[in-house]
Nanobody, 125 residues
Framework: QVQLVESGGGLAQPGGSLGLSCTASGRAVGKFFTMSWFRQAPGKEREFVAT????????FYADSVKGRFTISRNNAKNTIDLQMSSLQLEDTAVYYC?????????????????WGQGTQVTVSS
């Protein structure tokens, strides 16, 4: 059984930084063609944040986080990371890691079969 587990959430001040990690069990991260991060803010629908291909050469970001967030993957360590900087109040959300076995970079939630349980990120002064 494949499981994705997120870690690293917490509380940060506006302008601060936080790092998230996603670790896969039951299947190596390297076996997922595409890995992504999504988030769901209170009272809002879940939205795409960032995605990265197996080769890690084509990261793609939502406009709202471009230039502030960095997605990376380490297939040897079996992790996907999301480094968040210049955090804003609007970044407060539950962040989810998602994996896709089929080729193709996509920001559509329905294209991802594997999901983590989520980790809370709260940005507050």
């Amino acid at each position: 059984q494949v499981q994705l587990v997120e870690s690293g959430g917490g509380l940060a001040q506006p302008g601060g930084s936080l790092g998230l990690s996603c670790t896969a069990s039951g299947r190596a991260v390297g076996k997922f063609f595409t890995m992504s991060w999504f988030r769901q803010a209170p009272g809002k629908e879940r939205e795409f944040v960032a995605t990265i291909s197996w080769s890690a050469t084509t990261p793609f970001y939502a406009d709202s986080v471009k230039g502030r967030f960095t997605i990376s993957r380490n297939n040897a360590k079996n992790t996907i990371d999301l480094q968040m900087s210049s955090l804003q109040l609007e970044d407060t959300a539950v962040y989810y890691c998602a994996g896709r076995l089929n080729p193709g970079i996509t920001s559509e939630q329905s294209d991802y079969a594997y999901w983590g349980q989520g980790t809370q990120v709260t940005v507050s002064s």
